[in-house]
């Protein structure tokens, strides 16, 4: 059995709303009390308390506080898993070290384990959850197998989501003994060896003019906003950027755009790649370090709306589900050498579109798949 991610939109009531935002915050609560209680046994000379550790002190906790009654129960198991993975990773000099969790700026998501049928699909329009009741939802007629967890999230623009972890059993397309070399750019997303060219929409770019006039209305109301509070506090009254609905109403405003260029970009790789993983048997590609690549300031805007480490995410797990084969070869060099008799030919300016060798004249390929070609190449010689 495979594990896969079915994301649902909520539209729970306004007491649903509150439940779920009482769990936010309830394991919030837990998280900066386990924090607290690792930091004061440190210094105190005690060892790093392990995630079982944590589990029990919950247990206690619920003594000390009863309102963590009021939440979920197993995603206070999560809340304290997460915690011992970021010490873990601290550790392994990964991550810095962990930090309490801000009211101001919180984590809004929580994530339950399927007991006894707490999280059921019901009619296909209500979702069950614990605490919570049966909340619409849309999108669960995609849910056709056994479901083992949820997470609960709260996105930036005021909407609900809840991803669905289910267990499915993969079946693998048919063998099509084919193979494919892809060379990723920006003015083209996806370059393949035999000449197809997967165009780049630019999702953020398209939407760029109304995203940059909310980010400026947002920036000057919360500007204003940050006034006002300073004249305030001089009267001794406390307020708050959360008080002010203008500055809450760009910052949604902001965020559906964000979501909708997410959406847009997402769906459009998801049909992409699928297609590969159809018709390739074999799909190879450059093992790029996009951190690196973003330090290039002119190209690092597009290289992001690009989403190259997006495709290698979604190649990785389908492949893995349909039974086909990725590889990631090194980038070295794969612009530079011809395609046809292996010479290096050195650098050559962007400017220059068509690759030509002096060595064995070969003449008229497109340079990208010449270089999707030569990364094909590169897997086929590790073979």
Not at 81 to 86: I, M, P, Q
Not at 279 to 291: F, R
Request: contains cysteine; aromatic residues 8%; glycine residues 4%.
């Amino acid at each position: 059995m495979t594990l896969k991610g079915i994301k649902v939109k909520l539209y729970p009531t306004v007491a649903q709303q509150e439940a779920i935002e009482n769990n936010f915050r309830l394991n919030r609560f837990l998280w900066n009390q386990l924090l607290g209680m690792q930091l004061a046994g440190h210094e105190n000379g005690g060892s790093f308390v392990t995630k079982f550790g944590m589990n029990y002190l919950i247990k206690v906790m619920k003594i000390e506080f009863p309102f963590l009654k009021e939440a979920e129960s197993t995603s206070f198991l999560y809340t304290s898993a997460d915690l011992a993975d970021s010490y873990d990773r601290f550790f392994k000099k990964q991550n810095g070290f962990p930090k309490f969790k801000s009211r101001r700026r919180p984590k809004n998501s929580y994530k339950s384990n399927c007991v006894n049928g707490n999280i059921q699909v019901v009619d296909n329009h209500y979702l069950k959850l614990p605490k919570v009741g049966l909340v619409k939802a849309n999108g669960l007629h995609r849910v056709k197998d056994k479901i083992k967890s949820v997470v609960i999230h709260k996105k930036a623009d005021g909407t609900f989501e809840a991803t669905l972890q289910v267990a499915f059993e993969a079946t693998t397309f048919e063998s099509t003994g084919k193979s494919v070399g892809i060379d990723l750019g920006i003015a083209d997303l996806a370059i393949q060896s035999d000449g197809y060219k997967l165009p780049n929409k630019q999702f953020e770019r398209s939407l760029a003019k109304q995203k940059r006039q909310w980010e400026r209305k947002l920036a000057r109301r919360r500007q204003q906003a940050l006034v006002k509070i300073e004249q305030a506090k001089a009267q001794e009254i406390e307020l708050e950027l959360s008080d002010f609905k203008n500055v809450q109403k760009a910052k949604e405003q902001v965020a559906r755009i964000n979501k909708k260029i997410a959406n847009q970009r997402n769906n459009y790789l998801q049909q992409y790649t699928t297609s590969l993983v159809k018709k390739y048997d074999l799909i190879v590609l450059e093992d790029l370090k996009t951190k690196n690549l973003l330090q290039n300031r002119q190209l690092a805007r597009s290289i992001a709306d690009a989403a190259w480490a997006k495709i290698k995410s979604m190649l990785a797990y389908k492949c893995e589900w349909y039974g086909k084969e990725l590889v990631l070869v090194n980038p070295a060099y794969t612009s530079q050498t011809c395609s046809h008799c292996g010479e290096n030919t050195g650098k050559k300016p962007l400017r220059i579109r068509t690759f030509a060798c002096p060595h064995c004249h070969t003449t008229g390929i497109d340079r990208d798949v010449n270089a999707a070609i030569n990364i094909l190449n590169k897997a086929l010689a590790q073979r």
